[in-house]
């Protein structure tokens, strides 16, 4: 059986997802953004900013099977208004590339040399897949904790409330 229904439809829960945490964050200033709550990465928007990084790194090591250079740490939008196009674009390629996938696609065979295991592994493109969208849940589990405590409605996480689902 293929992934790619699954990363179809893992794909349009994350847009959802980061949709509604854009439009209730737009409500929010700049300042709470970037208040350190004592969060994982300090901030909503750090946090933020560390998923799109980790999906960067992902996706692009997904389509050309390298590792491109990685700092978990780094910051790569200086600003929400970035952070939010940066977000957007990205979420729409997600989409494109799991719905434009062959039908093996997602089966194919990407080794990484592992040096603690003194071995080479072998995980399916899907796996990283699924670890993106694994990560992603993780991380605004952290800031919809945040936005809880501040009082403020996310919205419903469920997805089978998901209105870009065709089912």
Same mark, same amino acid.
């Given at each position: 059986?293929?992934?790619?229904p699954?990363?179809?439809?893992?794909a349009?829960? *994350? +847009?959802?997802? &980061?949709?509604?945490?854009?439009?209730?964050?737009? /409500?929010?200033?700049?300042?709470?953004l #970037?208040?350190? $709550?004592?969060?994982?990465?300090?901030?909503?928007?750090?946090?933020?900013?560390?998923?799109?990084?980790?999906?960067?790194?992902?996706?692009?090591?997904?389509?050309s099977g390298?590792?491109?250079?990685?700092?978990? *740490? +780094?910051?790569? &939008?200086?600003?929400?208004?970035a952070?939010?196009? /940066?977000?957007?674009?990205?979420d729409d #390629?997600?989409? $494109?590339?799991?719905?434009?996938?062959?039908?093996?696609?997602?089966?194919?065979?990407?080794?990484?040399?592992s040096?603690?295991?003194g071995?080479?592994?072998?995980f399916?493109?899907w796996?990283?897949?699924?670890q993106?969208?694994?990560?992603?849940?993780?991380?605004?589990?952290?800031?919809?904790?945040?936005?809880?405590?501040?009082?403020?409605?996310?919205?419903?996480t469920?997805?089978?409330?998901?209105?870009?689902?065709?089912?």
């Amino acid at each position: 059986m293929s992934y790619k229904p699954t990363a179809c439809e893992m794909a349009r829960y *994350n +847009k959802w997802q &980061n949709e509604n945490l854009l439009q209730v964050c737009d /409500a929010l200033s700049p300042e709470v953004l #970037e208040e350190d $709550r004592g969060i994982f990465f300090r901030s909503i928007l750090a946090t933020f900013d560390h998923i799109l990084n980790v999906d960067q790194v992902l996706l692009q090591m997904t389509k050309s099977g390298e590792i491109p250079p990685f700092d978990p *740490n +780094k910051r790569t &939008n200086a600003t929400y208004e970035a952070f939010k196009t /940066a977000r957007v674009e990205l979420d729409d #390629e997600i989409t $494109r590339v799991c719905e434009g996938a062959g039908p093996t696609w997602f089966e194919d065979d990407l080794p990484r040399e592992s040096a603690e295991l003194g071995r080479t592994r072998h995980f399916p493109r899907w796996f990283y897949i699924a670890q993106m969208f694994n990560h992603q849940t993780h991380h605004r589990s952290q800031i919809t904790s945040e936005l809880h405590r501040m009082g403020v409605d996310y919205g419903n996480t469920d997805m089978p409330f998901n209105p870009l689902t065709p089912y």
